[in-house]
Structures are given as C-alpha cells and as structure tokens.
C-alpha cells in the first residue's frame, strides 16, 4: 500500500466536473476559484477587479472561452453547472455588480494566473492569486499577500492575523485540537493566515461544528476570519493508495487477483474513502451528463439560437446518403461532435478531463457501450478505468491546451478512452493499458490553436474529438488483436510531458500561432 498524498482523484481530476462550456480549466476553474473567494468573503459581492497576467492563455481568450463570465459567476456563487452561467455577465450587470478585468503583469508566470480583488456590500475586501490548473482544478495561491494552499476539497475556516501577534491564544488551540481540527499555518510578511480544516470523518457529533465557530470568532486579534467550502467531490485528508501508474496498477491487480473491470473502482474508493456504491453512484451522473449532452445537440435541443449546429444535419445524412460507414463508429463521432458543439456554445456537459475534449468520452464509452448493449453499471466501471488512466497521466503531467496543447485534452481523452473500450469489450488490464499507450502514441504533439475569437465556430475543438474517438477505438482494437506498442504507457506519459515543456508558448491555447493566425482565423476575429 502506497502512502501517497499528492495521487490524484479519478472524480476530482479525471472525470468531471459536470459545466456549461466551453472549458474547464477557462470557464469551470475561475468558477470555482471565485465561488471559493466569495465563500471566504462572506456576503453578496458589489465589487470586483479580475487581473490576467499579460504573459498567459487568459488575454485573449477570457470572453471568447467563458472565463470572464465564470469568474463573474462564481462571485454571485453560481455553481459551474447552472445553465444561466453563460449570461453571468449580464445578471450581474442587473444586479449592480460593478466588474472589471485588466490585463497586465500581476508577478505570477502561471499561463492561467489571476488575480481577484472584490469587495462586500458591508465593505470588506479580500484579495486571491489563483491558478486553474487543467480540468476544472485550481488553486489560490495567495490570500491578501499572505501565501496559501487551497484547492476546493476542504472545508474549514482562514483566521487572519497580524505577524507581530502570529499565534493563535493557547485556549483557542488547546480547544481545536480537542475537537480534531487540522491546522496549518501560513506566514506573510505583515500577517499570518491560520488555516483551520473541519473536513474529517472524526468531525461528526452533534455541535462540534457550532464549537469550532465559536472559539474561532472569540479570537480578538482575529483581522478577518473567511470560511472554506469543499467544492469538489472527494474530501478525503487522510488516504492511501494501492498504486500510482500503469507498472504499479498491473502488479498489484496480478498479485491481488483484480480484473479489468474492478481496478479503476478500486483506485477510487481507497483515493476516496468512499463505499464503491457512492463511487458508482457519482461516477454515473457523470456518464448521464454525457449522454444527455450529445443526445440533445443531435436532437436540436440547445442553448444557442445562432451557431450553427452539425449534429442535426449530420445524424439526417448518416439517415439519408451514402457514405463509407464506420460501423459503431459512426453514431460515436457523430456524438462526439454533438456534445463538444454543447461544450463551446456554453450548453451542460462534463468534462473529461477537460471540456475541450468533452465529446471523447461519450463517443468512445458512453455511445459505443449503448451499441453494445452495456449496463449502466458496466459503462460506469469502464468510465472509471478511462479515468484510472487520467490519473496516471494527471500524476506526471497537467491536463489542459495552456500547459500541453491539445495533445493534453483531446490526446489524453482519447488514451483514456480506449482503455475504457477495451473494458467494454471485456479485455485485460495489460491490454487496456496498452490500448492507452497506442492512443497517446497518436497523438503526441497534438497543439492547441484555436481561432481567438467565436467566428472560429469552435474548430479544430470539436473535430479533434471526433478523431480522439477513432482514434481510441481503433487503438482498443490493435491493443485486443495483439499489437504491441513497444513504449508502455508510463513512458509514453512521460514522453507526454517532455512534448509538453517543449512545446512553443505560442501552441498552447494563447491564440499566437497555428490555425489561430491563419487569415481565415484573423479575420473572423477581426469581424467579431
């Protein structure tokens, strides 16, 4: 058994969140990254300034890729999938709130850096330097100066306190621990930040809660006191894992005696703390999210009055014309293309792992299960070994176009999701693992260039997932004939990330190079 705090989670990094488009680490992370700054506020906010550092992927994507109007969200605590998101900033206008986004040098190199400064309708202020990391995760790295760590899976309290008092009296600790609080300490040069964490199977008995907010409000040094609400799925401080790659996962499943279709539900209900039927039972509102988010693009049922979308005209001439068909495939891609138009039109679809290759999975696991006739149970136990997967990517490299290109979105859906196909189909874990491998292999290099603006009309997005989806099937068919893919799938991983941190800024979703500076894609900006 691996001791091992740092894995990550297949239902908080892999799979999910579920969002209105039309990306997860642009329009699900500064989501969440200001409902957690309003959490800490405390009260309605009237007040706000959003600073993107000049040098990262924000510029000259954040109305174009959601970021504006999910920060703006998230400051009225709109969660990352309400359907009125994509007017936040509107209901906001309504509301009073007075917004405004600079784009500048704000010190921080992250290509997803921000900094929030907001302000309370009783006038309290707080500042929050925030990175989204890839996936809808995030993390705020600063609290007015003062350096944290606060990621969304905690719930607790910041007790903010001048350096020159920086510690918390003996009565208010002696009575902390006594309840079993957590607490971590965070030090800047003109205050300290006590981080005191509730989040614990140990934090149950009738009052304790009200305890703690006691004690903790009595503290007369006390500057600010914020509180923190756990935003994802998985809470669990204190675990342990029975492995973190591929060599791992296949030596623990022969000595344990584990089949294909048990490793991913394993992983998570240890990574979790969960009973496997909790597991099972989120894992498949996800799998539902994604159905309905292709099943309703192709049926017309969208958010969007004027974009022009192809699954309509498509599922009409896959009905009506000759083409050299693709079998099984051929209602995948279409729902590939059907729910990643969902994605960048702003409509409800889960990300997986990011929402830029949020047609992959449901092509490839979720379309292809239904053709064959898969229980819900059994499309969700796939879907959790697609997502065994992006843990073992997400352990070595970031997901998202700003840090890997598309090679980090669609290339890492499709990896993902031909594992889950060899699962559908009954395979091995060698051969799912291997299926992975080839899949990755592909696509290494893919880039992220999108159009700057919406006249783009979401390309090369939405036919990048079409080919993840072949492509994962196709690589699920060598991996069960037998193919070799010679590179396994760790080192093809790490190979993923040597791509990643050689790859040009310019290729990585900031619109500098590609198809982003094609003539067709600066004038569409332009017009826009």
Same mark, same amino acid.
């Not at 584990?258 to 992983?267: E, K």
């Not at 959790?384 to 700003?402: D, H, K, M, R, Y």
């Not at 003539?519 to 569409?524: F, I, K, L, V, Y």
């Given at each position: ?14 799979? +999910? ?10 329009? /699900? ?26 040098? @990262? ?38 509301? +009073? ?9 704000? @010190? ?37 100066? !003062? ?37 971590? &300490? ?59 790659? /591929? ?16 490793? @991913?539900?394993?992983?998570? &209900? ?40 192809? +699954? ?84 070595? &490299? ?29 395979? &091995? ?26 006249? @783009? ?9 079409? !080919?993840?989806?072949?492509? /994962? !099937? ?39 190079? /590609? ?14």
């Amino acid at each position: 058994m691996i001791n091992e705090h740092n894995s990550a989670s297949i239902l908080n990094d892999v799979i +999910g969140p579920v969002l209105s488009g039309p990306s997860s680490s642009h329009t /699900a992370g500064p989501n969440r990254i200001a409902r957690t700054v309003r959490t800490l506020l405390g009260e309605e906010v009237t007040e706000a300034t959003i600073r993107l550092e000049i040098t @990262g992927s924000y510029p000259l994507t954040y109305m174009s890729h959601g970021s504006a109007r999910g920060f703006i969200g998230g400051l009225m605590d709109m969660p990352s999938d309400d359907i009125h998101l994509i007017n936040a900033l509107q209901i906001a206008e309504n509301k +009073g709130m007075e917004f405004q986004f600079f784009i500048e040098d704000i @010190g921080d190199v992250h290509p997803n850096a921000a900094l929030l400064e907001v302000t309370g309708a009783s006038g309290n202020k707080i500042s929050a330097m925030s990175h989204s990391i890839g996936g809808g995760m995030f993390e705020i790295v600063s609290i007015d100066g !003062v350096p944290v760590d606060i990621h969304g899976y905690t719930d607790g309290y910041l007790v903010k306190i001048p350096a020159e008092q920086a510690a918390l009296p003996a009565e208010v600790l002696s009575g902390l621990e006594a309840l079993n609080c957590i607490i971590n &300490t965070h030090k800047g040069t003109e205050n300290v930040i006590f981080e005191i964490i509730t989040t614990a199977k140990h934090i149950d008995k009738p009052g304790q809660l009200e305890k703690i907010h006691d004690i903790l409000f009595s503290i007369k040094t006390a500057v600010w006191i914020g509180k923190l609400q756990s935003i994802l799925p998985v809470t669990a401080l204190s675990y342990e894992v029975p492995f973190t790659n /591929a060599k791992e996962a296949l030596a623990y499943s022969e000595e344990h005696n584990i089949p294909l279709a048990d490793i @991913g539900l394993v992983y998570e &209900t240890m990574r979790s703390n969960m009973p496997a039927e909790e597991v099972l039972e989120l894992i498949g509102i996800c799998v539902q999210a994604m159905r309905r988010s292709a099943v309703e693009s192709v049926a017309g049922h969208t958010v969007s009055s004027v974009f022009p979308y192809s +699954g309509p005209k498509m599922d009409k001439a896959i009905k009506t014309r000759e083409y050299a068909s693709m079998g099984t495939l051929d209602r995948a891609v279409l729902w590939s293309i059907a729910a990643e138009e969902n994605s960048v039109t702003g409509g409800i679809v889960c990300a997986a792992p990011t929402a830029g290759s949020a047609g992959v999975c449901p092509g490839a696991i979720v379309s292809v299960g239904d053709e064959l006739g898969k229980s819900e149970e059994e499309i969700a136990r796939a879907m959790l070994n697609a997502g065994l997967i992006g843990v073992f990517i997400v352990n070595q &490299t970031p997901f998202g176009g700003e840090t890997g290109g598309c090679q980090a979105e669609v290339g890492a859906a499709s990896g993902m999701s031909a594992s889950g196909v060899v699962s559908l189909l009954g395979g &091995t874990i060698k051969e799912a693992f291997d299926a992975a491998a080839l899949a990755l292999q592909n696509l290494l290099g893919l880039v992220c260039d999108p159009p700057t603006n919406s006249g @783009g009309l979401g390309r090369p997005c939405i036919n990048r997932n079409a !080919v993840g989806v072949a492509n /994962a !099937v196709a690589s699920a068919d060598l991996a069960l004939w037998g193919f070799d893919p010679v590179i396994p799938l760790d080192e093809v991983i790490w190979a993923m990330d040597d791509v990643s941190k050689r790859m040009p800024g310019e290729l990585r979703c900031t619109c500098k190079g /590609a198809l982003s500076i094609t003539p067709t894609s600066m004038s569409e900006y332009k017009d826009s």
